[in-house]
């Protein structure tokens, strides 16, 4: 359906079923259910197991509100379906049962499966970007609708994790670390997110912003309650819409340009047809993850060695935390991590600083929210070739001054 409606409501009340309906009606969406029938997929985020007041995954109630309005049009099937993000056997399900995903779609009778435990299909991507094929699911052609169930999340390597970024997670078990592997520079990673996205194109997306995530997301950033549901059929001008809720410059988040250069949506505010409340009226600046790229106005070979060298991050262990329960360790796409020589208390894992992608994987998958990352500039330029410029400069200015000065003496 190329339709560009947005619909963004209030939660009121905490009323979760009432705000959902509400957006869905703002949109029409039941014209998708013009046929009688239809097998329905619904892909929420399960990042990893957490309370789901934790805002790492998409909330119960909104996974139960929109099986609810589903159900009226007497589908044949409804199955949610996901793949957590680390590629241990039984994580999906582990999350499923502790989000409260699990318990939802018992009460609701609806079936529930890990990707991983579904067949797999390969899948040429049309106009690809940088994939040419991935390999998935085969429930994503065996389905007749496809509702993507996005979380609004800040996140360290693409800086948003919202519509397009979800997808990522219909990947199985150990293709999300060899995603990140294959593209460690983030303009390429994101476009393989574009490119992975643009193989099953949700028909319908539903956004919680019940309780949504700033800061170090999308699983140890801060929760924000937002009281928000926003749905619509483009996922470029959801995205954008969200930009400007959070107060965030699309510009720098690759995958929104990359999808719309795609011909998957667009990012033109003034193509849209907004209903609900307004923007202005739920806005609410959201704090960037401590990784994002910093724009600068420099050439782009330039700029690409600014943002790898003089902003790279390094991965901290709190040692209060962390339990060596190896999640880092055995995600870690670019076997940067390893465990310690010697268990004994005070010890946490080693990073490889040489090895080290920058993709954030470690902090985003520990259950105990023990690694943390920092930019250190100074510690940066000090190491990097810049060092070299900045100190000819300096020379150079205090040169002038000291002409400056002896000219007056």
Sequence with gaps: MSDNKIAISKIRNENVREA???????????????????????????????????AATTH???????????KQFNPEKIIVAESSGTFKLGATEKAFEECGLKQ?????????????????????????????????????????????????????????????????????LGNKASTHARFPKREDFNAALTDIYSVSQPELTIIDGYYAMEGNGPSAGDVVKMDLILA?????????VVCEIINFNRKEIYYIQQAESKGLGTTDLTKMELLGD?????????????GSPIS??????????????????????????????????????????????????????????????????????????AVDFKVNIVKNVLTS???????IILGGFIGLIWWIVSIFL
């Design 60 to 70: 119960p109630e909104v996974l139960r509100a929109v099986i609810q309005w589903v």
């Design 232 to 240: 619509g059929f483009d996922p470029v001008a959801l995205e954008t």
């Design 20 to 54: 959902v309906f509400k957006t869905l009606q703002l949109i029409n969406a039941k014209n998708l259910f013009l046929e009688p029938n239809l097998k329905v997929l619904l892909k929420p985020n399960l990042l990893l197991a957490k309370e789901p007041e934790r």
């Design 296 to 369: 600068v106005p420099l050439p782009r070979f330039i700029a690409d060695y600014v943002s790898k060298a003089i902003f790279r991050s390094s991965i901290k262990f709190d040692e209060k935390k962390c339990r060596l329960c190896g999640t880092c360790w055995e995600n870690c796409p670019a076997d940067a991590i390893t465990p310690p020589e010697v268990k004994k208390k005070g010890n946490t894992p080693e990073w490889d600083s040489d090895k080290c992608i920058t993709c954030y994987c470690c902090a985003e998958l520990c259950p105990y929210e």
């Design 385 to 391: 070739w810049l060092l070299l410029p900045i100190l």
């Design 278 to 290: 307004p923007i202005d009226e739920v806005k609410r600046p959201f704090k960037p993850p401590k």
């Design 104 to 172: 939802v779609c018992e009460e609701e009778g609806v079936e529930w499966t890990s990707f991983g435990k579904t067949q797999r299909k390969t899948y040429k991507v049309e106009n690809p970007l940088i994939l040419e094929e991935i390999t998935t699911s085969s429930l994503l052609e065996e389905v007749d609708l496809i509702i993507n169930l996005p979380k609004i999340k800040t996140h360290g390597q693409c800086i948003l994790t919202c519509v397009i970024k979800n997808m990522f997670g219909t990947l199985i």
